[in-house]
């Protein structure tokens, strides 16, 4: 029996030195070691001996056993290390190798172009008024001195909504009679940029979505004078001095006397091509005195106020500054294109 021991030790280790992980090593264990394992099987034939052989053997079998228990703690030991090592060797960083920069964003050309006009009114104290994108039909026209059916709505073409008389504003002027309802009887300077909506025939200088920024003035004695400063003053901080600009009468329902400002078209130099229509100059805004009815539907009396209105292009005036020859740009969201403007 003692022999029987000895080779199912010599066995037991031969095999323990195979064992290449711990779940192998689970085997082993159970099948050597376990309670139903092969030394378990051997101590079995002890009832079996004499009396007087049974301390001897009883003593090796327990020698056997804790030097199997022994090189099992070993090995255990040493499989764990090894996995161990594996596991960071798998999950290693090589702490040397240069991060992946994030990519960051920007604001975009149209957010950085409106902000500088922003910055150009406030200088002028002007401050800025917000207002919103949905507008009624009454605020967007009737209030604006466009009754329905009257001609000049062919100047704007408008989304219209599911919503009896609640329109996509096709400009900010309705905004004028938000704050002026707002504000009276106190004077006003302000700025109202935002979103608008046209439908209109795609090109590279009409979009059917832009943004545009307001500018209201009321007060008493507000003259023509002052308004054709404020713009002069506006593009020459805006264009730095570097384009011709000029004033050309027009129509507006909502002003009177009307009249348009263009700059010099940067994109030919005068010469003609599409953003200008060939013509050298591009048209960056409308202004023109508040209309008396205009002042009314906002609450002041035309008697004893007057005042100026203007609303410009935020998308044509960053073509002119940026030299940029298509309009659909703002709007592409090529990345190409917006990180131009960083
Ligand atoms: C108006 O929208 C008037 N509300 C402006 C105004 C305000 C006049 C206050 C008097 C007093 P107009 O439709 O011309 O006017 O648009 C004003 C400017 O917005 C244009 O000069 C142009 O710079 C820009 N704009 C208008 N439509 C488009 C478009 N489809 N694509 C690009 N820019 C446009």
Partial sequence: MQDQLKSMEAEALARLDAVQDLAALEDWRTEYLGRRGRLAQIMRGLGALPAEERPAVGQVANQVKARLEAAYEERRVALEEEAKARAFRAEAVDVTLPGRPPALGRLHIATQNLREISSIFAQMGFEVYETPEV??????????????????????????????????RTHTSPGQIRLMRERYPAEIRAILPGKIYRYEQVSARYEYQLHQVEGLAVGRNIHMSDLKGVLVAFAQQMFQGTRRWRFRGSYFPFTEPSFEMDIECVLCGGGGCRVCKYSGWVEILGAGMVHPVVLQNGGYDPAAYSGFAFGMGNERIAMLKYAIDDIRYFFANDPRFLAQFG
């Fill in 135 to 168: 507008e009624t039909d009454e605020m967007n026209f009737q209030l604006l001195n466009i009754p329905p059916h009257h001609p000049a709505r062919d100047m704007w073409s408008t989304f219209y909504t599911d919503r009896e008389g609640v329109v996509l």
